[in-house]
């Protein structure tokens, strides 16, 4: 077999995932020593290098101050799960909420290495042996703006002093930035724990209540039970109550007039009905008021007209307490009733009759006064 057709035979094994920089070799393993493993292993990586490398515009300008090789990869074959999820975005400084309301650019990340035109040579751009560094060495002499003298200050001091305090600056607007995003993020916390109780002072302890997308149901609040302080007797005596108040309660629940409709009555109902029975009870009242009118006549009513609804007025009859009643009480009570009777009738038959052109008795004209009185009223 020729070199072609190995090399075929060889990429035919090999499958490469450049999204996830993985490379699959399925040719066996077995009875292959630790140096061939190696060495096979070297080989697989240097395919994987070059099918990287073919991945690379070769029509780009090059551009020394970026890296080597920079491409960009293509999409991944296999999606593998994640062992911790995706981070959250993280809070934007001031600074950074500055720079997007005006819509300036993202601070671009600068490289570490600087030319250093004293030294002729490339430099860290911070920290030991860096540029401002080799700077400050090289300066020996600092231009006075200030117009002080010499014997007062002294220039080099006063740098030193202003580079401190700019740090100090940068430290402290890093400490407010930190408590910024500590406060956001306890205002969230407290808003929830606001909504939650919100939710439980309603009568359906928030079972009705919109939910957000992403807010979880509630968790059920369990009584904690001391385990050191349980007792058999107290619990119970505790199970007996409740028994006892969930009967009574089923109890009152039967002998309670069901609503057929099943809903509770809306408020316009409940206005009329108590509308109804303010007028019967002003009915009722008008009604006493018309029967205390009539009998209050020398007739007792007996003469007056009656409305078509107006029944006629019962008679009222004395109630007797049989605790308090006596058969002498009672007999000495007759025989003055039949002695006033008697007087009565004796007045009547000597009493000489009343002619058509006399003059009636005051207790009759005072009747007829009442009935013209009550046949205006009711005009």
């Given at each position: 077999m020729n070199e072609a057709g190995l090399k075929?035979?060889?990429?035919?094994?090999?499958?490469?995932?450049?999204?996830?920089?993985?490379?699959?070799?399925?040719?066996?393993f077995d009875g292959l020593d630790d140096s061939e493993v190696l060495s096979r292993a070297n080989k697989n990586f240097e395919g994987m290098l070059q099918a990287l490398i073919s991945l690379k515009d070769k029509s780009e300008a090059k551009d020394f101050d970026s890296p080597i090789l920079e491409v960009a990869l293509p999409p991944k074959m296999l999606e593998f799960p994640r062992q911790k999820p995706i981070p959250k975005p993280k809070p934007l400084t001031k600074w950074e909420k500055f720079r997007v309301s005006k819509g300036l650019r993202p601070h671009q990340k600068k490289p570490r290495l600087v030319y250093d035109e004293i030294t002729k040579s490339w430099v860290p751009r911070f920290g030991f042996k860096s540029k401002k560094h080799i700077e400050d060495a090289a300066t020996g002499i600092v231009e006075d703006t200030t117009g002080i003298p010499l014997s007062e200050r002294d220039p080099f001091d006063e740098r030193v002093k202003q580079k401190k305090l700019r740090i100090e600056k940068q430290k402290l607007r890093e400490v407010k930035n930190r408590l910024a995003i500590v406060k956001s993020e306890k205002a969230k916390e407290e808003i929830g724990e606001a909504l939650k109780i919100a939710q439980r002072s309603t009568a359906s302890m928030g079972k009705f209540d919109k939910k957000a997308k992403s807010e979880k149901p509630p968790k059920p609040q369990k009584e904690k039970i001391d385990a050191s302080k349980w007792n058999v007797k107290d619990e119970k005596k505790r199970s007996l109550e409740i028994l006892s108040i969930i009967g009574k309660r089923e109890a009152a629940e039967t002998t309670k007039t069901p609503n057929l409709k099943g809903e509770r009555k809306s408020k316009r109902d409940r206005k009329d009905k108590k509308d109804r029975k303010g007028k019967k009870k002003a009915k009722e009242e008008i009604g006493e008021a018309l029967k205390i009118a009539q009998r209050s006549t020398a007739s007792m009513g007996k003469f007056d007209k009656k409305a078509k609804s107006e029944k006629p007025p019962k008679p009222q009859k004395e109630k007797i307490d049989a605790s308090k009643w006596n058969v002498k009480d009672e007999k000495k009570r007759s025989l003055e009733i039949l002695s006033i009777i008697g007087k009565r009738e004796a007045a009547e038959t000597t009493k000489t009759p009343n002619l058509k052109g006399e003059r009636k008795s005051k207790r009759d004209r005072k009747d007829k006064k009442d009935r013209k009185g009550k046949k205006k009223l009711k005009q």
């Open positions: 075929k035979e060889e990429e035919a094994h090999m499958l490469y995932d450049l999204g996830n920089l993985m490379m699959v070799d399925t040719h066996s």
